[in-house]
């Protein structure tokens, strides 16, 4: 009990002061310059009780749009919805947009060394610049696609991590209707039989554009935690301030994916 107290503790200091300790000053990469990684193929199976499997959902902070790329150090894999394949987890993460780098890569390796896992698979969904109705209508096709492929290779996902919000942040959308197309998101895993815990994070920072309906949007984050849908709160990402973002002020840099990184861990259970 003491060690799960102490991680949750520390990931979440780690959270609140990580990107202050790495030089935020990094200079912009340009990745499409740059060949992508090579990825090493690896089995999906067999799954142990110690073997997590998150599915990472959302918009563009959720996806590979991080300004430093990152290739797991631990037993953390790719799973590609495309092909429905296990890869070793490198930046840019198969199964989602952008080709910088994702959160996800580096929460897989803290849940291994704080002992929580023996291995973490990573399941990609998100899609950047999308708002929440995109993603329940045109780009549902992300969900039930990853839905076939996971179910396909025998694949149970134990934790859901949502971040998104900051394109409806600029748009009218208000508490409840956020809400509402939370909760009708979350039931399409519900439907496939995917109870695994569904963690929302409440985001909405995005400095180059102007932000005007954050209350109504933030506010929805909050109401939509639902006990009968198992919407748990996530992490509140809008803490991670401009030393932790990128110039636009929206997406991360280094340490400001590991900020984020390490403020997920600190939910997972």
Same mark, same amino acid.
């Given at each position: 009990m003491r060690r799960k107290v102490a991680f949750l503790l520390g990931g979440v200091l780690i959270g609140t002061i990580g990107y202050k300790l790495v030089? %935020? #000053?990094?200079? !912009?990469? $340009?990745?499409? #310059? &740059?060949? %992508?990684? =090579?990825r090493n193929e690896r089995p999906c199976g067999p799954i142990s009780g110690r073997t997590a499997i998150i599915v990472v959902h959302g918009q563009s902070n959720a996806a590979n749009?991080?300004?430093?790329? !990152?290739s797991a150090r631990e037993?953390? $894999? +790719?799973f590609d919805p #495309? /092909?429905?394949?296990?890869?070793?987890?490198? $930046?840019?993460?198969?199964? /989602?947009?952008? &080709?910088g780098g994702s959160f996800a890569t580096r929460l897989g390796d803290i849940l291994i060394q704080a002992g929580r896992y023996d291995r973490v698979i990573l399941v990609p969904l998100a899609k950047g610049g999308a708002s929440l109705s995109f993603l329940n209508n045109?780009? =549902?096709?992300l969900i039930t696609n990853g839905i076939s492929k996971l179910k396909a290779a025998g694949l149970t996902p134990t934790h859901i991590l949502f971040q998104q919000g900051e394109t409806d942040a600029v748009s009218t959308t208000t508490a409840e209707e956020y809400a509402s197309l939370l909760h009708q998101l979350a039931k399409r895993f519900r439907a496939a039989g995917f109870d695994a815990p569904f963690y929302l994070s409440r985001s909405t920072k995005c400095n180059y554009v102007g932000l005007n309906n954050t209350a109504a949007v933030r506010a929805g984050q909050l109401s939509a935690v639902n006990e009968a849908l198992n919407i748990r709160p996530g992490p509140d990402t809008d803490t991670i301030g401009n030393e932790g973002r990128s110039p636009d002020g929206c997406h991360m840099n280094e340490a400001g994916t590991l =900020? +984020? =990184?390490a403020l997920w861990a600190a939910f997972i259970r």
């Open positions: 030089t %935020p #000053a990094t200079p !912009h990469t $340009d990745f499409s #310059a &740059i060949e %992508p990684p =090579a749009f991080g300004s430093a790329r !990152h037993a953390v $894999d +790719n #495309a /092909t429905g394949k296990c890869f070793a987890a490198v $930046d840019p993460l198969l199964g /989602t947009d952008g &080709i045109e780009g =549902a096709v =900020a +984020n =990184a």
